[in-house]
């Protein structure tokens, strides 16, 4: 099934994601000191994420990685009827980024829905990536976090409330 057409990007989205830092550095865990520069990049960049989000007063995830900056994870949130959904949230770096874009997991929804691969792997195939293959290397996690996770969430989540498959905790 294709992925929901509300994940093409709205006025919203766009307006965020375009204050969001664009980063300069091509570079993946495997390129030593240019993988330092573009964490430190890509650390600027979330930081600037979670701003704008506070300042609009949508502060829906925190995030963090291990050590070496390969692995993420933390918390996402969604309110639907005024009922806050929270789950975790994962992804790994892969080898080939920034040329490929992180596969963002939520483990506790894997077959809940259509719109998710396995493992909890979110769908972004359809709008996303080709978004981020015609951006590389300047977009980075936040952005993968802004057009990726963030409308997934708003797509995906009512439904899954609405036909039962989740729950408040």
Known sequence: ???????????TTKATVERIPLLRTRAGPRDGEKWTERLKEELLALLQFVEI?????NDWFRIESNEK?????GKCWHYHNS??????VQFDIPVTY????????LPELDGKTAKMYRGGKICLTVHFHP????NVPHFGIAHALALGLGPWLVAEIPHLVDSGAIAPK
């Open 98 to 105: 920034p040329t490929n874009a992180p596969e963002i997991e």
């Open 131 to 134: 978004l981020w293959a015609r």
């Open 1 to 11: 099934p294709p992925c929901p057409r509300s994940l093409l990007m709205d006025a």
């Open 53 to 57: 989000n506070k300042q609009a007063g």
């Open 83 to 88: 009922v806050k959904y929270e789950f975790d």
């Open 69 to 73: 900056g390969t692995r993420w994870f």
